[in-house]
Nanobody
Framework: QVQLVESGGDFVQPGGSLRLSCAAS????????MAWYRRPPGQQRELVAG???????NYADSVKGRFTIARDNAKKTVYLQMNSLKPEDTAVYYC??????????????WGQGTPVTVSS
């Protein structure tokens, strides 16, 4: 059984910062790509940022220069540092990871989501 547990979502004013965390637990052999997605109100889920197990990153154009994704492989944790937040960043943020459990094929796992609200 694998779990991804997010934390750090909150209410913040425009221009503020938040740091999201997502910790993986369970019978994990290895973790490949980890990523953050978000679902703004009334919209579809979209990729925010991803990071491979070697540290290569990619970002949505809308967050480049403001958000930073990082991971701690020893802690099986991925982070999303969000700076200069805008009202359009308001969304439920979801952690995603490609994880190998035991000797099985890699599986796609999701966290439960953590809400971020940016408003004055």
């Amino acid at each position: 059984q694998v779990q991804l547990v997010e934390s750090g979502g909150d209410f913040v004013q425009p221009g503020g910062s938040l740091r999201l965390s997502c910790a993986a637990s369970g019978s994990i052999s290895s973790i490949y790509t980890m990523a953050w997605y978000r679902r703004p109100p009334g919209q579809q889920r979209e990729l925010v940022a991803g990071i491979t197990n070697s540290g290569s990153t990619n970002y949505a154009d809308s967050v480049k220069g403001r958000f930073t994704i990082a991971r701690d492989n020893a802690k099986k944790t991925v982070y999303l540092q969000m700076n200069s937040l805008k009202p359009e960043d308001t969304a439920v943020y979801y952690c995603n990871a490609i994880i190998v459990v035991g000797g099985t094929h890699p599986g796609d796992y999701w966290g439960q989501g953590t809400p971020v609200t940016v408003s004055s």
